[in-house]
Structures are given as structure tokens and as C-alpha cells.
């Protein structure tokens, strides 16, 4: 027989196979026939036949002792104990580096046990305009230094077209954590941080707070519908007073996106014209 034939016939048997147990049929017979029925319903003959012995599970070897570090304590679950929480932690803070020192230190967020690096502020504190961007980038994340990639060079450039640069701005991160794949923060993590983010705009006390998208303005405001947000300036309540802001397009689409370049400078001439 040839190699195709055997392998045509092979292909058959399984084909048939398959069939039989598609109808139905689970067992083989022979030549002689049976009453399945009568077996089925005949009493058992003499002593029932001992269940055979389950075997013991086999004992798992014990790991070597090595020695571990102390787990990080769990995230709070509910969105209201993490307000709680980072409400009493952000009030203690009397400064820029006490905050930070106590964000740092917040286990009350889930992304801290996600993300590589704490980021948290470059540029210059005390700045008469703060600007608010979301989280790290990708580039940030690897290298461990806040505002260095891509989008931050083009908030440089940004600011230098109003005549400013980071000597005369102060740069943040709504999350100081780089969400995995950079989605947006859900509920409780918006709660975590956003007592910390109104206690570092009214510690900063800019002028002028320029807010760089929809995923930072709702971690800022602590609100999903920040859409009436854009069309202008608007008091932002950081519970010390209010500071006027903006909501600017984020950097991450504008340099997907160049048409929007165009409301951002609108964004960027008003903040200037506002500090004068």
C-alpha cells in the first residue's frame, strides 16, 4: 500500500471514529450478543468488591528557607476609604517636599505596587504658572526622570513660544505612577490621589494652572464630565481657595494629532496674557 493510501485510509478511520462517538456509541461489540439490559438489572453476586485504595497525595517537598520582605500592605477596597485615607495623609503635608514624602510613602493607590518609578514634579516650584499632565510617559518610566520624553520636549517648545521655559513653570503629574498601558485611573485611584493633587496646587499656588487633557482634569477634579471644562478659564477649588485653570488638549495627542495644536495655543496665548 502506498504512503497516500495508508495515510487516505487513516484519515477515514479517524473520520468514522469520530462519527460513531457523535452518535452516541461508546462501547465495541463482538460476536456474540448480550442483553445489557438483564446485566444491568441482575442483583450483584456475593460480597461487593472492595473500592480500590486511594492513594495518599504524595507529600510536597518543602521549599529551602529563604528570607522575604515584609508584603506591602493591600490597597484600601472601597473608593471612600482611599479618600479617607489620603485626605488625612495629604493635609499633614506643610510643603511641596512633605507631600511628596507622603505620596510617596501612600499605600492607599494600587499603581504603586504596578509601576517602576515614583515621578512626581520638575521645573520650578513657587512658578507663577503649574502645569498638570497626566502621568509619566513611556520613556519616563524606563529612565526613572520625570518630564524627559517626547511630550515633554514638546511642552518645552510649548513654552518657549509664550517665552517661558521650566524656569518660569512648574511641571506635575496627576499620578506620580505610570498606569499600566497608560489608561485612564479608575474610580478609587482618582480618589487616592486627587486629595493630594488639591493639596499640591494650593501648596504651588501658581497663577495659572494649565491642565494637560481629560484623564488629568478628572483625576484633578475628582468628576468624570470635565467636557464644560474646556471652553475657558474656570476656578479650580483645590480647598484652600481657588486658582484659575484651563484645560488644554494633552501632549500625547498633539503630537498624534497636529490640528489640535491649534486650541492649544489658544490655551497657551491665554495663560500668558493672564500672567502678564
Not at 474610580?187 to 504651588?204: D, K, M, S
Request: charged share 25%; hydrophobic share 45%; net charge neutral.
Amino acid at each position: 500500500m502506498s504512503a497516500d493510501a495508508d495515510l487516505s485510509t487513516q484519515t477515514g478511520l479517524a473520520a468514522l471514529v469520530d462519527w460513531y462517538v457523535t452518535i452516541g456509541v461508546d462501547i465495541a461489540i463482538d460476536e456474540a450478543p448480550h442483553d445489557r439490559f438483564a446485566e444491568s438489572a441482575a442483583p450483584p453476586s456475593g460480597r461487593a468488591a472492595a473500592p480500590p485504595p486511594v492513594a495518599a497525595p504524595a507529600r510536597r517537598a518543602e521549599p529551602p528557607a529563604r528570607e522575604t520582605r515584609s508584603p506591602r500592605p493591600a490597597a484600601p477596597v472601597f473608593t471612600e476609604e482611599a479618600a479617607r485615607a489620603a485626605r488625612e495623609a495629604a493635609s499633614e503635608a506643610r510643603t511641596i517636599d512633605e507631600l511628596q514624602e507622603l505620596l510617596a510613602g501612600f499605600d492607599g493607590c494600587a499603581l504603586k505596587s504596578t509601576a517602576g518609578h515614583f515621578l512626581f514634579s520638575a521645573g520650578t516650584r513657587g512658578a507663577a504658572l503649574m502645569v498638570l499632565d497626566f502621568a509619566p510617559g513611556e520613556e519616563e518610566e524606563r529612565g526613572g526622570e520625570a518630564f524627559v520624553g517626547p511630550e515633554a520636549r514638546l511642552l518645552d517648545n510649548m513654552l518657549r513660544a509664550i517665552g517661558r521655559d521650566r524656569s518660569g513653570a512648574y511641571l506635575a503629574y496627576a499620578t506620580p505612577w505610570r498606569p499600566p498601558g497608560a489608561r485612564e485611573l479608575n474610580p478609587a485611584e482618582v480618589a487616592a490621589l486627587n486629595p493630594f493633587l488639591r493639596r499640591h496646587v494650593q501648596l504651588a499656588a501658581p497663577r495659572a494652572l494649565l491642565i494637560l487633557g481629560d484623564f488629568a482634569a478628572r483625576a484633578a477634579l475628582g468628576s468624570p464630565d470635565v467636557a464644560r471644562y474646556r471652553n475657558g478659564w474656570f476656578d479650580y477649588d483645590h480647598g484652600g481657595g481657588t486658582t484659575r485653570a484651563l484645560l488644554a488638549p494633552p501632549l500625547a495627542s498633539l503630537l498624534r494629532t497636529p490640528v489640535l495644536k491649534r486650541r492649544a495655543w489658544r490655551n497657551l496665548r491665554a495663560a500668558a496674557a493672564a500672567l502678564g
